[in-house]
């Protein structure tokens, strides 16, 4: 039994084990945490880098994500989440199945006391999911409140004291609670939500010649503020086409290129309409004016046309910005 305090929950009754991150002979380093309340998750140094309120950001993360779900589950066995923090690796794709790149949940980071409140509500209908079930001890779950500060308990009976007013919690007891029907009501608002993420979606011809193209896209949409999402660079065991419509489902925006059709490209963009999202079409200003220019149909749309890459990014990130605005 390490003499360390888990970092999820503070005691020191949990166990904390030194390893390699990876069996690569990398030489990089982690920690593995058993945490006595049944978490068991794997850590790399870089997130304990940094100041000490970023630190607790992002074990307050770690926690909502293990709270959702425990484990990774493939094909019937379960395997650890393994969390890293690298900012420079926003965007790109994890070719492991296991690995959670914490510089890219962090957007999501409750932002203001009404996003801290919604999140808190969430937490803890997972943690105690179901309807009636009592709710004590609030003082001994920080994390469940996303808490910050040295002084927990006042933070914690600030939160309590919101969602109470909110009509969110009722206090049967004294120190005893349980989430309402206001509040079930909220949470299944909030979870319809949840599944929407930062992400730009890009749907386009994968040929050689829109190699570029694709790049400019996904530079355009990670300077915005977004994750780019490309179907082809996406580790999945699924079928190709349901995995397109999860991605488009729980993306903010659609960018569509069409210089070079591409009937999957037009499909993904009506999937899109037909889900409400922003979808913004590009085409090169030689192929939008030649004679085999867009179908009627998608030509309709505010087009961003175009005659230089650096003119693209530079439309399109004006057009994201303008539309759903930037994320940063």
Not at 222 to 250: A, C, L
Not at 262 to 284: P, T
Request: charged share 30%; aromatic share 12%.
């Amino acid at each position: 039994m390490c003499e360390q305090k888990c970092p999820l929950c503070g005691s020191a009754e949990c166990s904390i084990t030194r390893s390699a991150w990876d069996q690569d002979g990398s030489g990089l380093c982690s920690n593995k945490i058993d945490c006595k309340h049944g978490y068991s998750f794997i850590v790399h140094d870089d997130v304990n880098h940094g100041n000490k309120e970023d630190v607790k950001k992002r074990y307050n993360i770690i926690y909502s994500i293990l709270l959702k779900s425990s484990v990774k589950k493939v094909q019937g066995f379960e395997f650890p989440f393994k969390f890293f923090y690298e900012e420079c690796s926003v965007g790109k794709p994890i070719s492991e199945f296991d690995k959670i790149n914490l510089a890219s949940n962090m957007r999501d980071y409750p932002s203001n006391i009404i996003k801290r409140i919604e999140s808190t509500l969430v937490n803890l209908s997972r943690k105690y999911p179901f309807v009636g079930q009592t709710i004590v001890n609030f003082s001994k779950d920080a994390r469940l409140f996303f808490c910050e500060s040295d002084n927990l308990q006042e933070e914690i009976e600030g939160i309590c004291s919101f969602l109470k007013e909110l009509g969110y919690i009722e206090e049967k007891e004294i120190g005893v609670f349980i989430i309402s029907a206001n509040g079930w009501k909220k949470i299944g608002d909030l979870l319809e939500k949840e599944n929407e993420i930062h992400q730009g979606f890009i749907a386009m011809s994968f040929a050689s010649e829109a190699r570029s193209i694709g790049e400019v896209f996904q530079e355009a949409i990670k300077e915005s503020g977004y994750v780019p999402q490309r179907i082809d660079q996406k580790e999945h065991n699924n079928q190709i086409v349901p995995e397109i419509f999860y991605e488009i489902s729980r993306s903010t925006f659609l960018v569509v290129d069409v210089t070079y059709p591409n009937y999957g490209a037009y499909y993904e963009a009506g999937y899109g309409e037909a889900l409400k999202k922003q979808v913004i079409v590009c085409c090169r200003k030689d192929k939008f004016e030649g004679k085999d220019k867009p179908h009627f149909d998608i030509a309709q749309k505010s087009t961003i046309v175009w005659e230089t890459e650096d003119e693209l990014k530079q439309k399109l990130m004006k057009r994201i910005e303008a539309t759903v605005g930037l994320n940063k």
